[in-house]
């Protein structure tokens, strides 16, 4: 089970740091992703960091201003985000993928397995 919290309502250039706490004691064997779903639009993939936490990878559009990152002693992924624009409104989302693909940091939501249930960030311009 993942929670995602930490959203809000920011100002252009604000910064905000999302955090997904999983349940769980394998938390630590699996990758752990982000996504973001704006109004209308389709879910999109935004960041991933491996089990272990040394390989991430990003989105182009929040390249140099988002941060993945996790703690496996906490069971938790964290998603620093700096230099916010208003584009970035939408609901984020934490996911784990597949047992069968445990290692998957794709933009495939299929491969996924579990959803946190969303946390909401607002960017006014």
């Known amino acids: 089970q993942l929670q995602a919290s930490g959203g809000g309502l920011v100002q252009a250039g604000d910064s905000l740091r999302l955090t997904c706490a999983a349940s769980?004691?394998?938390?630590?064997?699996?990758?752990v992703v982000w996504f973001r779903q704006a109004p209308g639009k389709e879910r999109e993939f935004i960041a991933g960091?491996?089990?272990?936490?040394?390989?991430?990878n990003y989105a182009d559009s929040v390249k140099g201003r988002f941060t993945i990152s996790r703690d496996n002693a906490k069971s938790t992924s964290y998603l620093q985000m700096n230099s916010l624009k208003p584009e970035d409104t939408a609901v984020y989302f934490c996911?784990?993928?597949?047992?069968?693909?445990?290692?998957?940091?794709?933009?495939?939501?299929?491969?996924?397995?579990?959803w946190g249930q969303g946390t909401l960030v607002t960017v006014s311009s």
């Open positions: 769980g004691r394998t938390f630590n064997n699996y990758a």
């Open positions: 960091v491996s089990a272990k936490g040394r390989i991430t």
């Open positions: 996911a784990v993928p597949h047992p069968a693909s445990h290692y998957y940091t794709g933009p495939d939501v299929s491969e996924y397995r579990w």
